[in-house]
């Protein structure tokens, strides 16, 4: 890897401090950034250096998930952070910035390559890719990079705006757009886990596959965020971009040996190919919910009116269910299904695929009852796959028996996804970035959902904090199926449970 200076905007916040330090102290940790390290953060209150320092430390000391060792080498780390004061708006400010650039790249024997992350509101986005470019520090003898975070716009066309100037100052392959939840380590395995494994790469596909069901659910509330959840929602926050980049990710079907742009261009075929939803049939495919009072883990907790900064009348989703299809042979008429939600009974992203019953009942003449073969890819907080089998119980004259052959990945220092994705940023690799295109499909596809639900025609179904979500989520997935949860995809629990729970859903 070439060596860089990493230009942080927002150095002050709250994102810094949770994860763009540690990742950055754990990536140098583990001697992955080569050649002097040059940190220059940015924010608007005037700071010494050695305060910045003492800050860099502290957020080290409270999240970063090795404990930072006093020693020379943390020394050394910490001395390559310094502070420049930078109004956004002002110009005069970014050519401050670029002779302090300069300087510390003549000090260090840096190349001109340089990282802009912008840690900040993205109505800064476009004031601060402009500047960059007209005070001539995007002028670089080697390379010049963004990063930037959701949210990319609210809507389809606030998001090409956006873009549009963004790309006045960065070129696409420039941008870095971070999805976290691709910088997952089980979101990055999954690839592997397709390839390198011919029995999953075989059944990859409608033939063998009944449904497939993302789920993203939270036992967190809104937390302190409700001036931007509730303009946000499940949508904007979670569905847009986290979840159907995992869609993405789970349907695409990639080369042998492929680039980052096989990658992109593999994604962009999936979001492409998703049926678009018309009007009329919004209601039958999407489900919005909001959490009531409810109980969790045994503490009662307040509904979503009742937080604090919610308008008591507000109309806003913390669940969001959809029933979609991906018109493509290989997926046709597999329908995903996915949710995700706050304030639901535990916190758990995973996917699940449920194999279809290949004996007809022709075949089954003994009317044999089989569970559905289960591919469960456990993405977090724990990671770990299972696979759900049917073999013979012994005990029980030879009745058939679900089983489940369960691998937990029990590495608990596994690399954090902003360490993967700074990373790779530094490399240059947008394997597991979001690509302009991927995000401009994914608002077209949410597109009418926004607009139904700002018509008022998308019903808000309240469901009990502490619960699984609303029980009209559950009629998505019509009476032969359904969700399948930490209790109801447990072999054992499988048929009484799961249909109990269905039906009480
Ligand atoms: C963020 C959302 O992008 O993802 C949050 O803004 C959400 O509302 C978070 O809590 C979930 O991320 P994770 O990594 O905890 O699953």
Redesign the pocket.
């Known amino acids: 890897m070439e060596s860089s200076t990493f230009v942080l905007f927002g150095a002050t916040g709250d994102l810094a401090k949770r994860k763009i330090f540690p990742a950055l102290y754990n990536l140098f940790a583990d001697g992955k950034l080569s050649g002097p390290l040059s940190v220059i953060g940015l924010g608007r209150r005037a700071l010494t250096n050695e305060t910045f320092q003492a800050q860099v430390l502290d957020s080290l000391r409270t999240f970063s998930r090795r404990p930072p060792a006093d020693s020379p080498e943390l020394q050394r780390f910490l001395l390559a952070f310094e502070y420049s004061v930078l109004d956004v708006g002002r110009p005069e400010d970014y050519r401050k910035l670029l002779e302090h650039v300069l300087r510390r790249e003549r000090e260090l024997g840096l190349p001109q390559n340089r990282m802009f992350y912008l840690s900040v509101g993205p109505e800064f986005f476009g004031p601060i890719a402009s500047n960059i470019q007209a005070s001539g520090l995007g002028d670089t003898e080697g390379w010049k990079r963004l990063i930037i975070e ?1 949210p990319f716009g609210r809507d389809l066309q606030s998001a090409r705006e956006l873009n549009d100037n963004l790309s006045q100052a960065f070129r696409e392959e420039e941008i870095f757009r971070i999805d ?2 691709l910088g ?1 380590p089980m979101v990055q395995n999954l690839e592997v886990l397709k390839y390198s494994n011919p029995v999953l790469r075989a059944l990859w596909q409608n033939r063998y596959i009944s449904n497939v069901q993302i789920t ?1 659910a ?1 036992t ?1 509330g809104v ?1 302190e ?1 409700a001036g931007y ?1 509730d303009k ?1 929602g499940a949508l904007r ?2 569905f847009q ?2 979840m159907l980049q995992l869609l993405m990710m789970m349907a695409m079907q990639l080369p042998k040996d492929s680039t980052p742009e096989d990658v992109r261009s593999k994604k962009r075929h999936v979001i492409s190919s998703v049926r678009p939803l018309l009007e009329d049939e919004l209601a039958q495919n999407i489900v919005r919910g909001q959490y009531a009072a409810g109980e969790l883990k045994g503490k009662p907790v307040p509904g979503y009116l009742s937080e604090p900064g919610i308008p008591a009348a507000s109309q806003n989703e913390t669940y969001i269910a959809a029933r979609l299809f991906i018109d493509d042979p290989l997926w046709s008429g597999v329908p995903f299904y996915i949710r995700t939600g ?1 304030r639901l009974k535990e ?1 758990s ?1 995973r996917i699940v695929i449920e194999f279809k019953e290949p004996l007809s009942d022709i075949h089954n003449k003994h009317k044999i009852s089989l569970e559905p073969n289960l591919l469960v890819i456990n993405i ?2 724990e990671e770990g796959l299972s696979l759900q089998l049917n073999t013979k119980d012994p005990r029980r004259h030879g009745e058939l028996e679900p089983v489940s052959i369960r691998h937990e990945s029990g590495n608990p220092d596994l690399p954090e ?1 902003y360490e993967n994705l700074i990373y790779d940023a530094m490399l240059g690799d947008a394997t597991f970035f979001a690509h302009w295109d991927e995000v401009e499909l994914s608002w077209q596809w949410v597109q009418p959902i926004i607009e139904a639900t700002e018509a008022g025609t998308l019903p808000l179904h309240p469901y009990a904090a502490g619960s699984n979500g609303p029980a009209a989520a559950a009629e998505l997935l019509g009476e032969d199926h359904w969700w399948l949860d930490e209790e109801t995809a447990a072999p054992a629990a499988q048929s009484e449970t799961a249909k109990a729970v269905r039906q009480g859903a």
């Open positions: 959701k976290h939840f997952k993203a939270e967190v937390e965020r959840y946000s926050d979670m971009n986290h706050k916190k992203t977090g907080p996804a």
